[in-house]
């Protein structure tokens, strides 16, 4: 399972780069259009561009749920232990795991009202955007049950003192737990 999670993930990442080079190439050709007469003036590369838009903010909320670099709050208090590190990061990761359904269950009619449009100007059938969504909460719950497993783990390892916590390199987190020798 951790195998197909890598190369899912390692294809993410593929996807962000050529949707960050095709993304390029539309809004180039606005600008050359806007500013020079080299380029006529194409009203698809807006739209283009808005899916391209689009798709890469999906594609890299999946990458930022698997990196753990989406952006969270931090109302707890900073874990001790391993125990209370993991029930931390259980909570944020079901809560999430949550709104991940939700893209799911709200996400299905939405790709099935995207079936029957299409855009504008390029008349893309607009379920190609609509699927984003839906596309993405599989992807988060995904990568999240990963997570949750991992959580789980840690609140059953009990009171492992964790390192000292450095804000900096964010030290003091579960990695740094696998290390220590535990006895079963």
């Known amino acids: 399972m951790i195998?197909?999670?890598d190369f899912l993930?390692?294809?993410l990442k593929v996807a962000i780069t050529l949707l960050i080079a095709a993304l390029i190439v539309p809004v180039t050709m606005q600008v050359l259009s806007r500013y020079t007469g080299l380029v006529p003036r194409f009203i698809w590369t807006e739209e283009l561009a808005r899916f391209c838009f689009v798709w890469m903010i999906m594609v890299g909320s999946m990458i930022a749920v698997r990196d753990d670099t989406h952006f969270d709050v931090d109302?707890?208090?900073v874990p001790e232990t391993a125990r209370a590190l993991g029930l931390s990061k259980l909570v944020r990761h079901l809560a999430m795991a949550g709104l991940a359904v939700a893209f799911?269950?709200?996400?299905r009619p939405f790709v099935n009202q995207g079936l029957m449009q299409t855009s504008e100007i390029a008349e893309l059938p607009m379920v190609t955007?609509?699927?984003a969504w839906?596309?993405?909460?599989?992807?988060?719950?995904?990568?999240?049950?990963e997570k949750i497993v991992r959580d789980v783990r840690y609140v059953r390892m009990g009171p492992v003192a964790l390192p000292p916590y450095d804000p900096i390199r964010r030290s003091g987190d579960l990695e740094a737990v696998e290390h220590v020798d535990v006895p079963r």
């Open 129 to 131: 955007i609509y699927i």
């Open 134 to 145: 839906p596309l993405a909460g599989a992807v988060w719950l995904v990568f999240l049950i």
């Open 75 to 77: 109302l707890l208090p």
């Open 3 to 5: 195998r197909f999670l």
């Open 9 to 11: 993930y390692v294809a």
């Open 104 to 107: 799911l269950w709200y996400g």
